[in-house]
């Protein structure tokens, strides 16, 4: 039967919906193709090596006990990528790798033949032997609008981006500029804009590109004497997105190509984003001339996200990848962690590679063993609004009595404790403590930081509450 291996992966897929989230269904499940039955053995085609290598790392297992319930102990499956391009005409190129040879594939990109008319125009991204432009964009699928959670550290560029998604080229945001520090998201937003209008306008050509790919692929074209072929293939583009574009400061030639390029797509209505670790106005070593037409759209900035979003953040990861976690466990995640996204997810990642490979219970101890070892000594100081918590949750009362004005006893004096380790602890000012703990100025926490000296000194259950909050404060 021609379409059995059809038959085969539809019933494949009927159990993965059972298992898997909708979201995850849709992402990784839906844009596979069986492709042939031969011998037991499952061929199927995935969009890329990153897909592929995706699927063998999350959904593996789940993968071989469906293909062993639908094909018997001797089934087995095989992946069919599609590379960067298509080979011929009629059929996509694949390569084939059985689950037991991970990491077989590399995905060379070197310069092509792209006919345009009758010209010939060197391509820098995709193999040899393309016919057309059909350019991989580069965007990874996990980067999309759903898997970012947005929080008031990044509404106004998450909405500009959608914005831009809907009508590429068609706003008042071309170009847009999005910038932030390290591990903020601007590499997850700038790939959700061109994931969205991939979505939504199949005939565009989206390329995402970093700046330092884009400076070596120059250097070539000079070398190569293809510095116009270099030049019409980004001329040629739809969406343009540069990721980290600060790093063309003090590069002249690169620079002058890219002003071109960008004069060129912006006069022709095509959509540019870019990204940088800072804002125009702190780019050294950049011409005037760019940075006049970086200002032309808008410049949106990522904050560093509140402890609301950071929380949001760990379980819209957790949801995705289908992890459970204690609330305690993923609140010290998110108080501990405040600066920086990358690392968040880092610390998570770690802490379940080490239960699972040690096979230990995930603890609120063995999170505060693993945070200080696997997130570059991110831990080491814990936070204001951690102490907040552990205070409030030892003496059972609301963090916002803790931040309110009252002078009620038992509320004054969980204050004047969290004020005193967040001195002990934290490398914070005396005002930033105040202005954490209900706007109190300096003078107020210095007089905390005094009554507790006192109390500790002279009473016996003082000091046992400071002991056991010590002891759930300190990290191992």
């Keep these: 039967m021609s379409n059995k291996h059809e038959k085969v992966w539809d019933d494949c897929l009927s159990v993965i919906k059972d298992n898997v989230t ?30 592929y290598e995706w699927l063998e790392e999350h959904y593996i297992h789940l993968l071989k006990k469906i293909i062993r319930k639908e094909l018997g102990d001797e089934g087995r499956l095989e992946y069919s990528i599609i590379m960067e391009g298509n080979y011929s005409d009629s ?37 040899p032997g393309l016919k057309k432009i059909n350019v991989d964009s580069n965007l990874k ?7 970012l959670v947005e929080g008031d550290c990044n509404r106004l560029a998450r909405s500009a981006g959608f914005a831009v998604a809907k009508n590429p080229g068609g706003t008042a945001f071309n170009p847009l500029l999005i910038y932030g520090s390290v591990g903020l998201g ?21 390329l995402y590109v970093e700046s330092e790919k884009f400076i070596h692929q120059f250097i070539d074209a000079v070398k190569n004497n293809n510095v116009n072929d270099f030049s019409h293939f980004y001329q040629m583009i739809d969406v343009l997105i540069i990721d980290d574009v600060q790093f063309l400061a ?53 904050q560093t996200p ?28 998110a108080y501990s962690i405040t600066t920086n996204i990358r ?31 696997f997130v570059k000594n991110t831990a080491r100081e814990v936070s204001i609004d951690y102490i907040q918590k552990v205070v409030c949750d030892y003496f059972d009362l609301p963090i916002e009595l803790l931040k309110s004005k009252t002078r009620k006893r038992e509320v004054v004096q969980a204050r004047q404790i969290a004020m005193f380790f967040a001195k002990k602890m934290t490398k914070s000012s005396l005002a930033n403590i ?43």
């Design 343 to 373: 690392e968040l997810e880092g610390a998570l990642i770690s802490l379940i590679a080490h239960s699972s490979l040690n096979r230990k219970a995930v603890t609120l101890d063995l999170a505060k063993q693993m945070i200080d070892k």
């Design 22 to 51: 909708l979201q995850g269904f849709k992402t990784w499940f839906e844009p596979i193709k069986p492709v042939k039955l031969d011998n037991n053995v499952l061929t199927i085609q995935v969009p890329s090596q990153f897909f």
């Design 91 to 127: 059929s996509p190129y694949t390569v084939k790798i059985p689950t037991s040879n991970r990491r077989a594939i590399k995905n060379p990109a070197v310069q092509v033949p792209v006919n345009v008319g009758s010209k010939q125009i060197k391509n820098p991204f995709v193999i």
């Design 186 to 206: 601007k590499t997850h937003l700038a790939q959700a804009i061109g994931i969205e209008i991939k979505n939504r306008f199949e005939n565009k050509t989206v």
């Design 434 to 476: 105040g202005m954490h703990c209900g706007g109190k100025d300096h003078a107020t926490v210095l007089h905390a930081c005094r009554t507790v000296n006192n109390l500790q000194e002279t009473d016996k259950q003082f000091r046992k509450y400071l002991d056991d909050l010590e002891k759930k404060l300190s990290i191992q």
């Design 250 to 302: 003090g590069k002249e030639k690169t620079q002058d190509m890219f002003f071109h390029i960008f004069n060129h797509l912006h006069q022709t209505g095509k959509q540019i984003v870019l990204t940088s670790d800072k804002a125009p106005v702190e780019m050294l070593g950049m011409e005037q001339r760019l940075l006049s037409r970086f200002k032309w759209g808008l410049s949106a900035d990522l």
């Design 306 to 333: 509140s402890l609301e979003t950071r929380i949001a953040i760990l379980e819209k990861k957790m949801y995705a990848d289908g992890i459970e976690l204690p609330k305690d466990v993923v609140e010290y995640l």
């Design 141 to 147: 699928p996990n980067y999309s609008f759903e898997n």
